[in-house]
Nanobody, 127 residues
């Protein structure tokens, strides 16, 4: 059983930065996709960024491109999301997720591909 625990959320003003961490009970490379998702009140959950671990490729939603960076820790059991130039519309609960199987990298774009989820960490950005 894979366990994912997020941390690092908080409240910041617009233009500020936060770094989210996701501690995994297994090595990240043992999963095919590692991703960050978010869900704002009244909204559907959306993918923010992901890593396709067989290649190390990183992919971002258009709304966060050039502001957010997804990465792995040196110990390879931690996933990070560095968030810069935060905007009020980034306010949401952020979730770390892992997919233990994927036929191809395109699978990582779909929420349904992820079979392990953390409990979430809240990010609030004020204007």
């Amino acid at each position: 059983q894979v366990q994912l625990v997020e941390s690092g959320g908080g409240s910041v003003q617009a233009g500020g930065s936060l770094r989210l961490s996701c501690a995994s009970s297994v090595y990240i490379y043992s999963m095919y996709c590692m991703g960050w998702f978010r869900q704002a009140p009244g909204e559907e959950r959306e993918r923010v960024a992901h890593i396709y671990t067989p290649t190390g490729g990183t992919f971002y939603a258009d709304s966060v491109k050039d502001r957010f960076t997804i990465s792995q820790g040196h110990a390879k059991k931690t996933l990070y999301l560095q968030m810069n130039n935060l905007k009020p519309e980034d306010t949401a609960m952020y979730y770390c997720a892992a997919a233990s199987a994927a036929a191809s990298g395109s699978w990582c774009y779909a929420e349904s591909s992820y079979n392990y989820w953390g409990q979430g960490t809240q990010v609030t950005v004020s204007s």
